[in-house]
């Protein structure tokens, strides 16, 4: 089973990396981008079990994101054959 | 009085540090290997500078889990004395020690220069004996030294004088031209509640005599061990 953990910055922190994109992408001529936000994404491989969702979600908090700027999702990329 | 300076895989200001207490404050100095299972009764700890585990995953997210960090930690909830500078203010901010959090400087870029710090706070045990105006010229170098703190907590910071450090210019004024990386309200350095923990983004080891262009980080230096 993968676990794929999506990770961004809170609405509410500065995201410097992704306001240089946008200007990038506008300068290129994508005068439609309106917004860009860049975030972080670990796949996340487990061993034969059941459903790990609760400690995945777990580690994220302990280990992976900061949760004073950053916000996750967890989904499913693969699930068991 | 004994200071004990973690070292991690990536550290490179340990031996700035060492020098500064060592062979400049006559004070015993010594290392701590990140795997050791004893700080050796230091009575202060300092967590210093460098790329810890290369930064792998966030500044300081992987040295918080290395297995000495379980007794700074306890040592800090005690009311231990600890300094973390520049990557070690970002493990304290990682370990739950210090609120908020370092996020990349505002033009995404390494900067490494001399600035000016106000300390904004002198009744703290770090800061005591800081004088001339409580500007001090201490160099930066990061590329993640940019504060970040919500409202509340800033406000908390605040309230309870947790604010020791601002960038400011040569005369002493906070304004956003002499924030060099976009921290919050100038800040460069906090305590905790208790006091007795502080991170600070410059570096006073690197400021510790005039060899090196400055010496104004060793009024740091002197009001730790003058509270000690």
Request: aromatic share 10%; glycine share 8%; with cysteine.
């Amino acid at each position: 089973m993968i676990y794929r953990i999506i990770v961004t910055y809170k609405p509410v922190v500065s995201d410097p990396e992704g306001q240089v994109i946008k200007s990038a992408l506008i300068k290129k001529g994508y005068k439609f981008i309106e917004n860009v936000r860049v975030g972080k994404i670990f796949d996340i491989t487990v061993n034969n079990r059941n459903d790990a969702t609760d400690e995945i979600e777990k580690l994220s908090k302990e280990i992976l994101v900061n949760p004073i700027v950053e916000e996750f999702t967890v989904e499913v990329l693969k699930e068991n054959p | 009085m004994k200071v004990g300076i973690i070292v991690f895989p990536g550290s490179n200001c340990d031996s700035d540090c060492l020098y500064a207490f060592r062979d400049i404050l006559d004070v015993q100095a010594f290392y701590i290997w990140h795997k050791d299972k004893d700080l050796k009764k230091a009575d202060l700890i300092i967590l210093p500078g460098g790329f810890s585990y290369g930064d792998y995953l966030k500044c300081g997210a992987i040295a918080k889990l290395s297995p000495v960090m379980d007794l700074v930690y306890s040592f800090a909830i005690k009311g231990g004395y600890v300094l973390g500078i520049c990557n070690g203010f970002q493990i304290l901010v990682e370990m739950g020690l210090l609120p908020g959090a370092l996020l990349r400087n505002r033009d995404l870029k390494f900067i490494c220069k001399n600035t000016f710090i106000k300390c904004v706070n002198n009744n703290t045990k770090f800061t005591s004996t800081i004088e001339n105006k409580n500007i001090l010229n201490i160099p930066i170098a990061h590329k993640a030294g940019n504060y970040f703190i919500d409202d509340k907590g800033l406000k908390d910071l605040y309230n309870n004088n947790q604010v020791v450090f601002k960038y400011c210019d040569s005369n002493g004024f906070i304004d956003e031209k002499s924030n060099p990386n976009g921290s919050k309200d100038n800040i460069a350095g906090i305590t905790n509640q208790q006091g007795n923990v502080l991170g600070m983004m410059p570096h006073p080891e690197r400021a510790i005599e005039n060899l090196l262009g400055s010496e104004d980080g060793i009024s740091i230096c002197h009001s730790i061990i003058r509270s000690l």
